[in-house]
Every structure is written in C-alpha cells, then in structure tokens.
Nanobody
C-alpha cells in the first residue's frame, strides 16, 4: 500500500501563487508516475500535471506556462508550483501515484482563487 498526503492548498487572490506538496509513504518500491489532478464542483476530475521519475513532465494546456511540477526523489515528494492563479483554477487538487500496477490517491486539498 502507498499513502499520499497533500498539503499547501488554501485561499489566494487572483494572480497569486500556491505550492502544493504530496508525500508518498508506505511500500513505495516501484513508484512510477506521480501526478496532480483537480476537480471543480460539477465537473469531472482532470489531469493537471504529471511527473515520471525519469524526469518527464506533462501539463494540461490550461496550466502550461503557469504551473510547474517537480519532485524530490529522496523524500518521495512531488510538488506543484502554481503561479498566476485565476478563479478557473479553483478546485480540489488530488495527488495520484502509479505504483506496481495500482493507482493511489490522496485525500485532496482545496484551492480557492478569489477574483
């Protein structure tokens, strides 16, 4: 089993920044791709950014140039730096990890951007 714990959400004004963190613990041997998803009320969960431990990253078009995903291998931690936030970024952000054929999810952290 892999446990994921997110932190760093909160309330920010439009144009501001937040940094989310996700720490993976438990049986993390074979931990593969880690990603951030988000879900706004009444919408489907969508992929925001992904990171592979080989260093490959991918971003949703809506966040390219504003969000940056990075990782600290030694700490099994993935970060999401979010800059130039807008009200459209308001959502619950979830950390996801793919490990030995299974998907794991964190509990989510709320990000609210006021206009």
């Amino acid at each position: 089993q892999v446990q994921l714990v997110e932190s760093g959400g909160g309330l920010v004004q439009a144009g501001g920044s937040l940094r989310l963190s996700c720490v993976a613990s438990g049986n993390v041997f074979g931990l593969g791709i880690m990603a951030w998803f988000r879900q706004a009320p009444g919408t489907q969960r969508e992929l925001v950014a992904s990171w592979s431990w080989g260093g490959t990253t991918d971003y949703a078009d809506s966040v390219k140039g504003r969000f940056t995903i990075s990782a600290d291998n030694a700490k099994n931690t993935v970060y999401l730096q979010m800059d130039r936030l807008g009200p459209e970024d308001t959502a619950v952000y979830y950390c996801n990890a793919y490990c030995r054929g299974n998907d794991y999810w964190g509990q989510g952290t709320q990000v609210t951007v006021s206009s």
